[in-house]
């Protein structure tokens, strides 16, 4: 059944910013639908608005999807504008606009018991392999285990799980995640095409985080790992000020350029009161598959040495290995389909984020007031 535009626009009416419908407000993009009768737009909005403006995004999302024809709604927030335009207007009616909202609070995602954030410093130190196989050996323990790729720029998911294709929709309103290993996975690179280039802001990036962890048929999971990208930018914080994560593990090689960037990843967590549950040391040392040579090429030790420095838990080193490299990219994790000490690093890390969990390191600690 094809989908007319105007009929949305009808539907998007009812949806009132300050008491003016929000076709009228000029704030809408233009309408996307694809022939699968999946329909995107964007609300522009200033970056203050973003957490007020919320409610509406959803409201917007309802609304389309009781447009007869549609399969799913996809509406995000994004101050992305030309420079020294003027910002979007306001209503003419009503009175102002939504005043800046502070942090939100964190909001637990039903069903799921724990969230673990897997994160590094900077890019290239195989964050997104140590998750992937860290999800993959907690699941082989017995354990329900859900993956976010978190990645918006560059998902690593599909390909590391060797999986393809788009998720479908329940009842046209919740995406369900797709599964491999017995892990559920879901990243923004099941819905865009593979060599398609995100030009997002931080407000779209927000909102479309907030999409992949919350609007997705988890089901019950005693524990979601979630890939974030590298770095200590919006996705961090969107992460940790509305989600109330057990904890995050950082990753990082052992030379000292890396490390300066784990510092920071720790440093980030432990200012918004997220618990370390570990260092991993990745590509800590390399044997060579002919002789057997073992060469330490990015150093060894240094985030032991780190974590011991810090005073957080170190969770254990994981070789660098041409096999490592060749299943992964073949979307065959190690942990499912290697043997030997590769194999075991990944499942000793695996095993030691889990009794980190179990014990309670993941709880927050409550608030303290200082009166000075």
């Known amino acids: 059944m094809a989908i007319d535009e105007n009929a949305v626009r009808r539907a998007l009416g009812a949806v009132t910013l300050g008491g003016t419908p929000l076709p009228a407000t000029g704030r809408l993009s233009a309408i996307a639908i694809d022939p699968a009768g999946r329909v995107s737009l964007s609300v522009a ?3 203050a608005e973003a957490g007020a403006l919320e409610p509406l995004r959803k409201a917007a999302e309802e609304a389309v999807r009781a447009v007869p024809g549609v399969t799913g709604a996809f509406v995000s927030l994004t101050a992305d504008r030309p420079a020294g335009a003027a910002p979007p207007p306001r209503p003419a009616t009503g009175g102002p606009g939504p005043r800046p909202a502070g942090p939100p609070r964190p909001q637990a995602v039903p069903g799921i018991r724990s969230i673990v ?3 590094s410093g900077k890019g290239g130190v195989g964050k997104s392999t140590l998750a992937c196989n860290i999800a993959v050996a907690l699941a082989r323990s017995g354990l329900r285990v859900g993956l976010l790729d978190a990645d918006i720029y560059g998902p690593s998911a599909p390909k590391l799980f060797g999986l393809s294709g788009k998720p479908n929709l329940r009842d046209g309103r919740l995406l369900e995640p797709l599964e491999a290993h017995g892990v559920k996975v879901m990243s923004i690179g099941f819905l865009v095409d593979e060599s398609s ?3 997002w802001r931080g407000p779209m990036v927000t909102s479309a985080l907030t999409q992949l962890l919350r609007e997705v048929a988890w089901g ?6 979630v890939d974030m990208p590298p770095g200590t930018g919006d996705a961090q914080l969107t992460m940790a000020q509305t989600v109330p994560l057990a904890g995050a593990v ?3 090689t052992p030379q000292d350029l890396a490390l300066i960037d ?3 990843g720790v440093a980030m967590f432990q200012k918004v009161e997220v618990p370390i549950l570990g260092i991993v040391e990745n590509m800590s040392s390399f044997a060579c598959p002919c002789c057997g040579t073992v060469s330490d090429v990015f150093g060894k030790g240094g985030a032991r040495r780190e974590a011991e420095v810090l005073g957080v838990p170190f969770l254990g080193e994981v070789p660098l290995a041409i096999g490592i ?3 992964s990219d073949a979307g065959r994790p190690v942990v499912a389909f290697g043997e030997g000490p590769q194999a075991e690093a990944f499942a000793a890390v695996a095993a030691g984020l889990s009794a980190r969990l179990a014990a309670g390191a ?3 600690p409550g608030p303290r007031i200082v009166i000075e």
């Open 117 to 119: 954030a897997v994160a």
């Open 362 to 364: 993941g709880s927050r």
């Open 325 to 327: 490299r060749e299943l």
């Open 262 to 264: 784990a510092r920071r």
């Open 45 to 47: 909005i200033e970056p």
């Open 197 to 199: 280039a995100m030009i």
């Open 250 to 252: 950082i990753v990082s």
């Open 220 to 225: 019950e999971l005693d524990i979601l790992i």
